[in-house]
């Protein structure tokens, strides 16, 4: 007799977790985006993945694990996704604000959240998030200042989002949280640097970068990485992803405080929107 599938098991850690993870992401972005006139978003991407993957490696020593073909696979796909939406993610950065970018982003884990949802009610906490997403955007008066060539990276960053989540919900079911993550990111290195590299060369090797480097290294991968491993873990997927409605609403906030990026009265509704949808969610999924 067939078993059944195994569930993810529910932790009272994974929201905070996955909220904590989410907002070390949004003031490591805030961050990075004062590198962009020196070494580009290439170069500081290149530069965040390569202290990334150092700071897992040593950290986690995943090579005291023998990967399967199938994890290998897993892993694989789920770095290169990670490096694509890392590196497209930060050329969006570089031609429209932070909060508006995260918000173009989620349409990613908001497909997911779709396509995986079977109760009617999660269709409803999709369309209220869905509302808010659209109020965020400034898709009417505002809409002619806005980079149409960055909305459309932050659309492929929402396709490397989407894979990420499925594939690292794979790649951590039968592998350890870290291993994945520092494998995972090692290969996101390997798949961006020869970009970064091409495109600002020397620059990168300037000593005076090596701090913020380390620093959004730490707040923008090896930390918020390592414990998504972890909460892909323990929820499913599309309660993840609905729950990373909240990022838009985390990401406008970072970019208000540190980049001094102001939204639309319109736009903070939006957030409120959002925020809506994911403590529905959360709600309906612990009644389940």
């Known amino acids: ?44 991407t290149a530069l965040r993945l390569i202290f990334s993957s150092l700071i897992l490696l040593a950290f986690w020593r995943p090579w005291r694990h023998r ?38 982003e989620f349409t990613g884990p908001l497909a997911v959240a779709i396509l995986s949802s079977r109760r009617p009610i999660d269709f409803l906490w999709a369309l209220l998030a869905i509302a808010g997403v659209l109020l965020i955007l400034p898709l009417s008066g505002a809409a002619g200042a806005l980079d149409w060539v960055g909305v459309f990276w932050a659309l492929v960053a929402g396709t490397g989002w989407a894979l990420y989540i499925l594939f690292g919900q794979k790649a951590g079911a039968s592998v350890h949280g870290g291993t994945a993550a520092s494998l995972g990111m090692t290969v996101a290195a390997l798949v ?18 090596l701090p913020p480097a380390i620093g959004i290294a730490i707040l923008s991968s090896a930390l ?9 873990k323990k929820m499913p997927a599309r309660t993840f992803g609905v729950l990373m409605s909240l990022e838009p609403a985390i990401g406008a906030l970072a970019g208000l405080v540190f980049l001094g990026e102001r939204l639309a009265v319109t736009q903070w509704v939006a957030v409120g929107l959002i925020i809506a949808a994911s403590v529905g969610s959360t709600a309906s999924s612990r009644k389940a």
């Open 1 to 44: 007799m067939s078993q059944e599938p195994r569930r993810p098991s529910p932790s009272p850690f994974a929201v905070p977790m996955l909220l904590a993870a989410m907002g070390s992401i949004q003031v490591g972005a805030s961050i990075a985006k004062g590198l962009f006139p020196i070494v580009g978003a290439q170069g500081t």
């Open 224 to 232: 918020p990485y390592s414990l998504e491993m972890f909460v892909l």
């Open 67 to 104: 990967l399967t073909r199938q994890e290998a696979r897993a892993i694989l796909v789920y770095g290169a996704a990670l490096g694509v939406m890392n590196l497209t993610f930060y050329l969006a950065l570089a031609r429209i604000p932070l909060g508006i970018a995260v918000a173009i």
């Open 192 to 209: 961006v640097v020869p970009v970064g590299i091409t495109h600002a060369g020397g620059a990168l090797l300037n000593p005076s970068l």
